[in-house]
């Protein structure tokens, strides 16, 4: 059996030889040629067994209904939302996947189209994606929390040629319908899909339009059809094509420091090869057991291990419709767990942190049957202590703190339970580096700084399979996010360090990014929407402290000259507006009014300043500030709308940093 200690170091010393020998345990249609790792001559950016063949969609359905899988759950579907629960063997997945396969080809969808995927998690949306792969068309699911013009930047960067969408989604409390979202999306995109792909669903269903309300005259003749989903699956199936191992999968946006999302693209070859290995080396996972990952589909987890991954193995997952806590209770995650025999449950601290916040003491997880669950892992956001602390006492397995990130599209950290020689697990940290991950934390020089120093997480070139080799048709923009800074080196965005024993601590984001229950968001982009209302004059967005999400976003706003606005009614416009343009998962419900904000000498306003001034943490005014008196203006109007913190430290546990 392989350590984890000699497979670390093979795959630093000769990443093209162990990722060969990963490789060789998918069935190719053309084993990719060596060397299996190449740089592209103008970009010089790498790419993964370039000339080889493969299918990502045959690989996990054809695949295993030819080897003994055709009865196995491949897919347990269970929604408390709508009191759905259904299963799907292999064999079932595969014949629904090769027939609306073939209805996307009939409606013109083929090789290297787009396919823009807005659904929850259904069924329907997980064959969807299957069948897009199946045909060699590129994928792109966008989170169904997401706002129309958000919808419209992506319809316009990915330029579907289809769209799938589904009638309506179901919150706790409320249906959201969908389709309206999808055509207002469309009429504020410059690009239009030939046609949109409706499932209905029975709670919400939609009237299908013949031509768009939006559209007449001329620009009907440019207007998509309108086609249920379920007559697609009426056609007959269609195999899968071969495809060359750096064609598209999928493309995924992810929140920048600006207002345009990042199109991370996914290739089939290495992705696959990545996932397959991670399944047994990372999560300890072994075909024919059970994934439970509560996560949305629309976010890079939900494509790696609530579809992809678990089916490369020949694994069983578990599609879940609701949340973590209300639908009905915080028992929900064990029920599955139970149910189902979960053997690793994957999710957010933020979910586990609601959790324990409806249930302290556990009594909900003591009705169910968890004796089959090994391994908690988490992930999206760093896990404080406490929950950490908790979970483990609870369950009494394994929790894993793992860190990764969309561009990666699989752990970067972890503790990989697969190999006898991983070492335990501690809170606070994320573990070490994975296989084929060769970390590094640098000064702002770009130097490697020693053990217990906080620098800059970065990766040295070339990422392992399966890590975006570029963003969706823009090369320069990849160059400069991710590789400019330091050459020979992808920067993470990530702040952290190591410990003595070689144990990695992230500890958040370095840039504009903040992160919301595990979602990532751009303070950059809702300061572009809050500076959009006529009375803002300028503003900044702040991620501050917050128990169950880890981060909220509070807007600081200064009025223009002569604006008389009320602060509670200006603060309803500009909560709308996020709601409006954003989605309401920006989860943006605080904004302040104040007379000026910090900055340096230069003009820029000193967010980390005030992040620190307004979590109660110790700072030091910056030498570079302007004027130093606005810092004590900023706290009295936070204290006068109980926004400030008392106790500071919110972000990091000191005993994380005792190493
Ligand atoms: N479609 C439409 N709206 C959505 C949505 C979707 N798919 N997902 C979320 N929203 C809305 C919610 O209804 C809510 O709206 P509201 O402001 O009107 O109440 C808002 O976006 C915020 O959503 P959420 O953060 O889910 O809030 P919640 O109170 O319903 O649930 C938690 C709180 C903690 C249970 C939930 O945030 C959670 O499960 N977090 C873990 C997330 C996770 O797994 N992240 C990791 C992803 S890898
Ligand atoms: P996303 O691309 O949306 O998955 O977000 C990735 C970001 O989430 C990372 O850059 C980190 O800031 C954060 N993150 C993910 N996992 C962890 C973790 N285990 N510990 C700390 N931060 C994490």
Redo the contacts with the bound molecule.
């Keep these: 059996m392989p350590t984890y200690a000699a497979d670390y170091a093979a795959s630093l010393a000769d990443p093209a030889g162990f990722w060969s020998g990963q490789a060789a345990r998918l069935t190719w249609q053309r084993d990719p040629p060596r060397p299996v790792l190449s740089q592209d001559e103008d970009t010089g950016f790498y790419r993964w067994f370039r000339g080889g063949r493969l299918n990502t969609s045959w690989l996990c359905l054809d695949y295993h209904v030819a080897n003994g899988r055709a009865n196995q759950p491949a897919l347990h579907y269970d929604s408390p939302v709508t009191n759905v629960r259904r299963s799907y063997t292999y064999a079932e997945l595969l014949d629904l996947t090769a027939r609306l396969a073939g209805g996307l080809r009939a409606q013109g969808v083929g090789e290297g189209d787009r396919v823009l995927i807005y659904m929850p998690n259904m069924p329907e949306a997980v064959v969807a994606m299957l069948a897009c792969a199946r045909l060699g068309a590129v994928h792109s699911v966008v989170f169904g929390g997401f706002a129309p013009p958000e919808l419209a930047v992506r319809i316009d960067d990915a330029q579907p040629r289809a769209i799938i969408c589904a009638s309506a989604g179901m919150e706790v409390d409320r249906p959201i319908p969908y389709l309206p979202l999808v055509r207002e999306a469309l009429a504020l995109a410059t690009h239009q899909p030939a046609c949109v792909v409706v499932s209905q669903r029975d709670f919400c269903p939609a009237e299908l339009p013949e031509v768009p309300a939006t559209v007449a005259g001329e620009a009907a003749a440019t207007a998509p059809r309108f086609v249920d989903y379920h007559e697609l699956l009426q056609a007959a199936p269609v195999a899968a094509v071969p495809l060359d191992a750096t064609a598209p999968l999928y493309i995924l946006y992810?929140s920048g420091t600006t207002g345009r999302p990042k199109g991370v693209v996914r290739e089939h070859g290495g992705h696959a090869v990545a996932l397959r290995y991670s399944m047994g080396a990372v999560y300890g996972l072994k075909p024919g057991e059970t994934m439970f990952s509560g996560s949305d589909i629309g976010?890079?987890v939900g494509h790696s291990y609530i579809v992809y991954g678990p089916l490369l193995l020949g694994a069983t997952t578990v599609l879940f419709e609701g949340k973590p806590i209300r639908t009905p209770d915080a028992g929900t995650f064990w029920r599955l767990a139970a149910d189902y025999g979960v053997h690793v449950l994957f999710t957010a601290p933020t979910a586990i942190r609601a959790i324990r916040k409806e249930d302290p003491e556990g009594r909900l997880a003591r009705q169910y049957d968890l004796s089959r669950l090994r391994h908690l892992f988490?992930?999206?956001?760093?896990?404080d202590p406490a929950t950490y602390a908790w979970a483990g006492e609870l369950l009494g397995i394994p929790v894993v703190?793992?860190?990764?990130?969309?561009?990666s599209g699989w752990p970067m950290l972890a503790t990989c339970m697969g190999y006898p020689d991983a070492l335990p697990a501690r809170a606070g940290s994320?573990g070490h580096p994975v296989p084929g991950y060769q970390l590094e934390i640098l000064d702002e020089e770009g130097q490697p700084v020693p053990a217990g120093t906080t620098g800059l997480v970065a990766l040295r070139l070339p990422l392992p399979p399966g890590c975006l080799p570029t963003l969706w048709q823009d090369d320069a923009r990849f160059q400069q996010a991710y590789l400019d800074q330091f050459p020979g080196y992808y920067i993470?965005?990530?702040g952290g360090y190591r410990d003595a024993q070689g144990y990695c601590y992230?500890m958040?984001?370095v840039d504009d990014v903040i992160?919301i229950a595990g979602?990532?968001m751009s303070t950059g982009e809702l300061e572009e929407v809050l500076a959009a209302h006529p009375a803002v004059a300028e503003c900044a967005v702040l991620g501050l402290f917050d128990e169950l999400r880890g981060q909220v976003p509070v807007g600081l706003v200064v009025l223009k000259d002569g604006q008389t606005l009320p602060e509670a009614e200006l603060e309803q416009q500009l909560i709308q507006l996020v709601r409006s343009r954003v989605g309401a998962v920006a989860c943006f419900r605080q904004a302040a009014v104040v007379a000026r904000l910090p900055k340096t000498r230069s003009g820029k306003i000193l967010r980390k300043t005030l992040r620190q001034l307004a979590d109660g943490e110790e700072f030091t005014v910056p030498s570079t500030i302007d004027d130093p008196a606005i810092l004590d203006e900023i706290r009295a109007v936070l204290t006068r709308r109980g926004m400030l913190k008392e106790i500071g430290g919110s972000q990091l546990d000191p005993s994380c940093l005792s190493s």
Excluded at 378 to 383: H, Q, T, V
Excluded at 401 to 407: A, G, K, R, Y
């Design positions: 992810t976010w890079a988490l992930a999206g956001e760093r896990c703190d793992h860190w990764w990130q969309t561009e994320a993470s965005g990530d992230i958040g984001r992160n979602h990532r």
